[in-house]
């Protein structure tokens, strides 16, 4: 059974860029979260996707975007970057409506603005 | 919305030797605890987690946390710690229900030196 997966492993972007970062969730899995993880910072979330779309969201500007698929994958999109956008990202998956809410974590991507 | 408040940073301590992580949290709702680690270079892996019941939680690699509501907090503890325990350490609130998002602290560096 894969756990969640999340490509590329690293990505290395210049200021004002666009970036694409990918997500697939655990199986059996239907929720997508996506956290951004600053050096040596805890994990801040960023936003969240069921039924393709955003549940929940986090004190992150417009230029941080998503979209869930109908195989409950997911993208993280920013925009025009920012050196301090330069972080791990990590994506989650859980199971909506279960009362436990646990979350799986993906490996994550490493993000380099330069 | 909740916080979470780990005091400490770093803690060293000498392989063998008992290990506690402070966890103290802030909440208005009725909440989830949760501890994951993170070892170099990777994702987050849930160590254990408090929905309800006895207070007293046990997890994976021997550490055991307890959550105590009336001091809002939920220490990681450990006996007997190994060279390989030493990774960061999250502790995280969520409120109650499905779905709801994961607010972590800023993480204690455990460094088990022999």
């Known amino acids: 059974d894969a756990g969640v997966t999340q490509s590329p492993t690293h990505l290395i972007k210049t200021r004002g860029q666009q970036v694409t970062l990918r997500c697939s969730p655990k199986?059996?899995?239907?929720?997508v979260s996506w956290y951004q993880q600053a050096l040596g910072q805890g994990p801040q979330f960023i936003f969240q996707y069921y039924e393709e779309e955003e549940r929940q969201r986090g004190n992150f500007p417009d230029r941080f975007s998503g979209h869930q698929f109908p195989n409950y994958s997911s993208e993280l999109n920013v925009n025009a970057l920012l050196l301090g956008d330069s972080a791990l990202y990590l994506c989650?998956?859980?199971?909506?409506?279960?009362?436990?809410?646990?979350?799986?974590f993906g490996p994550g991507t490493r993000l380099t603005v330069l | 919305a909740q916080s979470v408040t780990q005091l400490d940073s770093q803690v060293p301590v000498f392989e063998e030797a008992p290990v506690e992580l402070r966890c103290n949290y802030s909440s208005s709702v009725s909440v989830y605890l949760f501890w994951y680690v993170q070892y170099p270079n990777q994702g987050l892996q849930l160590l254990l987690k408090y929905l309800s019941g006895s207070t007293l939680v046990k997890g994976i690699n021997g550490f055991e946390a307890e959550f105590n509501k009336s001091q809002t907090s939920f220490h990681l503890r450990k006996p007997s710690v190994h060279i390989s325990d030493t990774a960061e350490y999250f502790c995280a609130v969520s409120g109650q229900g499905g779905g709801n998002k994961l607010t972590f602290g800023t993480g204690t560096q455990l460094k088990v030196e022999l």
């Open positions: 199986s059996g899995h239907d929720t």
């Open positions: 989650a998956s859980s199971l909506w409506g279960t009362i436990n809410n646990e979350q799986f």
